[in-house]
Nanobody, 122 residues
């Protein structure tokens, strides 16, 4: 079983930037794809970005494409989400999750972190 701990959230003005981190421990981190998701109040959780085991392939929701960048450092067992040009509609709790396979498409994301709050003021 893998444990995930997100950090880096906070309050930022529109147009600003934040970098989220997700530190993993337990199972072999580098063998699996990773994903970032978010959930805003009153809304369903949605996929934000994903990265395969090596970092060679990345995937983004249309709403964040060109503004967010996902990356990973397998030596540090950490995945990152660099968020630029933030908008108020990016306000949500952000979660990282471990995929069930090395590459996308991932059938299931089995382990989740506790989430980190991102609030973007207008």
């Amino acid at each position: 079983q893998v444990q995930l701990v997100e950090s880096g959230g906070g309050l930022v003005q529109a147009g600003g930037s934040l970098r989220l981190s997700c530190a993993a421990s337990g199972r072999t981190f580098s063998s699996y794809a990773m994903g970032w998701f978010r959930q805003a109040p009153g809304k369903e959780r949605e996929f934000v970005a994903g990265i395969n085991w090596s970092g060679g392939n990345t995937y983004y929701a249309d709403s964040v494409k060109g503004r967010f960048t996902i990356s990973r450092d397998n030596a540090k067992n950490t995945v990152y989400l660099q968020m630029n040009s933030l908008k108020p509609e990016d306000t949500a709790v952000y979660y990282c999750a471990v995929g069930s396979s090395p590459n996308f498409p991932v059938g299931d994301f089995g382990s989740w972190g506790q989430g980190t709050q991102v609030t973007v003021s207008s």
